[in-house]
């Protein structure tokens, strides 16, 4: 499958859609500014109705990337978008597209609750016309059902997280606990056998791994229970799936009388505003960035398939990483 890689700046304003840069092969782009007609593309000005089936609102993360997409997808722009959040629900989420399909939409966009499931009403949008775009997670179907995909490389990130801990713990014995995702979600699956990967062959044990569901509240919860079971001195490293639960690791840490950051350290992925705060004050030592600014792309990429404009099937955004310095000196200027 080919990839076309944007830097992590080209996602932060509209000019990227020009999406000149950072193609790992060169192969693949989103047209300029393209106006699609509403059936199909035909050159018109008519308003493109549009169906987004959002995961839900589980994070600061996801609420950044339905600010961005509700944003791309504007009357402004031409769009008139139907938003749908699934509460992390999948039977929901695909009863969502359904309606979308029966509502007659111009295109349907999917942030998947999870990877499988989808052939069946993915089957059903193709049958009907509705032309199909997944943004941030991926699924298990026939790439054939959806046409491209846009978001981050789950694995990478986990490889990432991994490699920072493989470097900071060397040949020490450490006793690692893991903050799981969403079960059966892309990126909870590919973060964690990137990061095991980068660990692979180091003294680092995973004790235990149970899902906080990317949420804050999940992620207190479950390491509430890391606590009661394995002590603060039981556990040196948490690896969180996504910041949100590691936010919600420091207070349980902190209830107990730990010092996040210091007795046990914390390493984390997306790169959120509180995230960043707390790798900024010490709480968190590690951060790897999932970008959730991926409306503006999602959206040209819209209206290129409704113009019959070619696009690539894959769309790869670059992360970058956070030490505590790196996060003091960017953390005024982002935008999410």
Not at 40 to 55: C, H, K, L, M
Not at 109 to 124: K, M, N, R, T
Not at 290 to 309: R, S
Request: aromatic share 6%.
């Amino acid at each position: 499958m080919r990839k076309t890689f944007i830097s992590t700046m080209a996602v932060a304003g509209a000019s990227a859609l020009v999406l000149a840069g950072c193609s790992s092969s060169d192969e693949g782009k989103v047209a300029d500014d393209t106006t699609a007609g509403a059936s199909g593309g035909d050159g018109t000005s008519e308003v493109i109705t549009v169906g987004f089936a959002q995961t839900g609102a589980e994070s600061g993360w996801r609420s950044a990337n339905t600010e961005s997409m509700q944003n791309a997808f504007s009357e402004d722009n031409g769009f008139d978008l139907v938003f749908n959040a699934a509460d992390n629900d999948p039977a929901a989420q695909i009863s969502a597209v359904r309606n979308f399909i029966n509502q007659g939409v111009d295109a349907i966009v999917i942030a998947p609750v999870v990877e499988d499931g989808w052939d069946d009403v993915l089957q059903e949008a193709k049958d009907a016309g509705i032309p199909v775009v997944l943004e941030d997670r991926t699924v298990s179907a026939s790439d054939d059902l959806y046409e491209s995909w846009v978001g981050l490389d789950f694995h990478a990130e986990g490889v990432k997280a991994g490699e920072w801990a493989a470097e900071e713990f060397g040949d020490t014995p450490t006793n690692m606990v893991v903050l799981e995702g969403t079960t059966g979600s892309a990126p909870a699956n590919e973060r964690a056998a990137g990061f095991d990967e980068a660990i692979a062959g180091t003294a680092i044990e995973t004790i235990d791994s149970q899902t906080g569901d990317f949420t804050r509240d999940g992620g207190k919860s479950v390491m509430e229970g890391y606590i009661a079971n394995y002590g603060l001195d039981g556990i040196d490293l948490v690896y969180a799936h996504n910041d949100d639960m590691g936010l919600g690791a420091i207070e349980a840490i902190e209830a107990a009388g730990g010092t996040p950051g210091e007795d046990i350290k914390i390493v984390t992925i997306d790169a959120v505003k509180d995230g960043m705060q707390a790798l900024v004050d010490g709480k968190i030592n590690y951060i790897v960035e999932c970008n959730p600014m991926l409306g503006e792309l999602a959206a040209q990429i819209v209206k290129d398939v409704l113009a019959g404009t070619e696009v690539e099937k894959t769309y790869y955004v670059e992360d970058q990483t956070f030490t505590q310095e790196q996060a003091a000196e960017v953390i005024d200027e982002r935008p999410y």
